[in-house]
């Protein structure tokens, strides 16, 4: 979709209106926001009876003078409106406009204002495309029309509902979000024989100099390969790296705002970025090594969420760590039975190399505890067992009540499911071993994700503050194969939880 916008207060007389509706009862639509000519064309149409303003269903109507196209968009029952609820019907409403190069699409602003907010709605109506509109077909030879070629304009009827600026800043906002899904989703579609640790990385820097760079505030850049993980005693993500053809490395990104205020905290945000786990001497079966390229899922939302924040001026401080390498087989690979040594000091005896993410934050989360942040969130493709206890839903676990509510309050308010899981007595014990400090599996299936959150749950440690670390874990195994994100293409990574952690990132936070 171009990003290329409009705004008029007068109606347009080429390319096609669409106007929305909500469903006023079992058979019929609620036009009584439209203007009265708009009214007097739906209705003048002998098939106008079948539409009844569903969620997605259009219908195409011409105005009187017959030139002028309009295209009714159905938003679904108003008493169960929402933002994620108009997002669904808008992708579904997009995705049957003509495929017209250069087609005009000019939106009766004030139709969409269901939630009465005109910015709101804007952004809904760019963001939205932007995310339908998206393909990821850089391999393709012959590349299928999406869309991208369509304009949205907008026009208000109200000249006083909302300023030029308004519009602008509202548009700027969608594309910014938008923006920061889509590259998520380029980097977690990236294929494996390209993608390795050395390109992701390379990948990342060279978006964040090119993107970052003229915002507000102070932006650090910093790359630790090999020689530097070493340094930092790394053992645990150098015995994943043992197997790779390619250097382990590790992105240390920071923001600092130029003013601080009474709810700016200091955030660490830790992603695991797997290029691609064949789970090691632990082999992975046949059925389960396919969609392996995506176990940078973690690393991708991550950093694409902090791209977010400093675009819109967070006012917290930001920390990003990413943590990348591959998991393959070689003579050198890590093998199980082997007991290595983090960069906390602790043992960990390896019963699998397959559960290998855990180790790479392990020591990520310690060396992010070196920066003494207020609060760490690590994000993580880390577990089948979350997949199957929450299928397409986050699992989150932590140590802090206060944060857990925030980071569920705030993927409420995106219409990103989570849910929190428990991390019992029972589950460290679990993770406790015979010939070192800890195991990196327990070998069983029950409560898996939970047991994970308890391996990691050692690396946070008391940094000598007044306040302990506050820490969330962010298991996000399930959400990359959703199939019901009509706004996210078939077979693409869907990019949940970037908007999520974006807005929690822009909110002051205020927690005990």
């Known amino acids: 979709m171009r990003k290329k916008s409009a705004l ?14 909500c469903k006023k009862s079992k058979n019929e639509a609620d036009l009584s926001h439209w203007p009265k000519d708009y009214q007097s064309a739906f209705k003048d149409n002998s098939s106008s009876a079948l539409f009844t303003g569903d969620a997605g269903k259009v219908f195409p109507f011409t105005l009187t003078d017959g030139k002028q196209v309009v295209w009714a968009i159905g938003l679904g029952d108003r008493e169960k ?44 109506l760019y963001e939205t495309a932007t995310l339908t509109y998206y393909r990821f077909d850089k391999y393709l030879s012959e590349k299928k029309n999406s869309n991208g070629d369509k304009t949205i304009k ?10 030029e600026s308004e519009v602008s800043d509202a548009i700027e906002t969608a594309n910014i979000i938008a923006g920061g ?24 820097l060279s ?36 197997g790779s053809d390619y250097e382990p ?13 009474q709810g700016s905290k200091h955030i660490a945000l830790v992603g695991k970025g797997l290029t691609f786990d064949s789970g090691g001497y632990s082999l992975k079966p046949s059925n389960s090594i396919t969609e392996m390229k ?82 760490i969130i690590d994000v993580a ?22 944060l857990i509510e925030e980071l569920l309050k705030a993927s409420e308010e995106e219409a990103e499911p989570m849910w929190q899981l428990p991390i019992i007595d029972e589950y460290r014990d679990d993770i406790k071993a015979t010939i070192a400090d800890l195991r990196n599996s327990t070998g069983g299936t029950s409560a898996g994700a939970q047991k994970a959150a308890a391996f990691l749950e050692h690396f946070i440690r008391d940094t000598g503050g007044k306040n302990k670390i506050k820490w969330a874990h962010l298991d996000i195994a399930g959400i990359n194969s959703a199939t019901h994100l009509h706004y996210s293409p078939k077979g693409s990574a869907t990019g949940t939880m970037v908007r999520t952690l974006t807005h929690f990132l822009l909110c002051p936070l205020h927690l005990k």
Request: aromatic share 6%; with cysteine.
């Open 8 to 21: 008029t207060f007068k109606r347009p007389a080429n390319g096609i209106i669409w106007i929305a509706a």
């Open 181 to 204: 899904v889509n590259f998520a989703r380029d980097l977690i579609n990236e294929v494996p024989n390209v993608q390795n640790s050395e390109v992701l990385a390379k990948t990342i």
């Open 81 to 124: 409106i929402s933002e994620e609820k108009i997002r669904q019907a808008l992708a579904q409403a997009y995705k049957q406009f003509p495929d017209s190069k250069g087609l005009t699409l000019w939106a009766q602003v004030e139709s969409f204002n269901v939630l009465e907010n005109i910015s709101k709605t804007i952004s809904l």
């Open 249 to 261: 490395q590790l992105v240390h990104l920071q923001y600092r705002p130029k003013k601080i205020t």
């Open 154 to 163: 907008l026009f208000i009827e109200n000249k006083g509902a909302i300023s």
């Open 294 to 375: 995506t176990d940078m899922a973690g690393a991708a939302t991550v950093y694409a969420a902090f791209r977010n924040a400093v675009l819109q001026e967070s006012p917290h401080t930001i920390s990003c760590f990413l943590g990348m390498t591959d998991n393959l087989i070689s003579p050198a690979a890590n093998l199980p039975d082997a007991v290595i040594k983090g960069r906390a000091g602790k043992s960990v005896e390896i019963l699998s190399t397959d559960a290998e993410g855990r180790l790479v934050l392990a020591d990520l989360l310690d060396y992010a505890c070196d920066f003494k942040p207020d609060i």
């Open 207 to 242: 978006d964040a100099k090119k993107t970052l760079k003229s915002k507000t505030g102070k932006i650090t850049l910093k790359l630790l390969g090999r020689k530097e993980i070493t340094r930092e005693k790394m053992g645990l993500f150098l015995a994943v790296n043992q």
């Open 381 to 402: 493709t880390l577990t089948g067992a979350c997949v199957r206890a929450l299928g397409h839903v986050v699992g989150v676990m932590g140590n802090s009540r206060p």
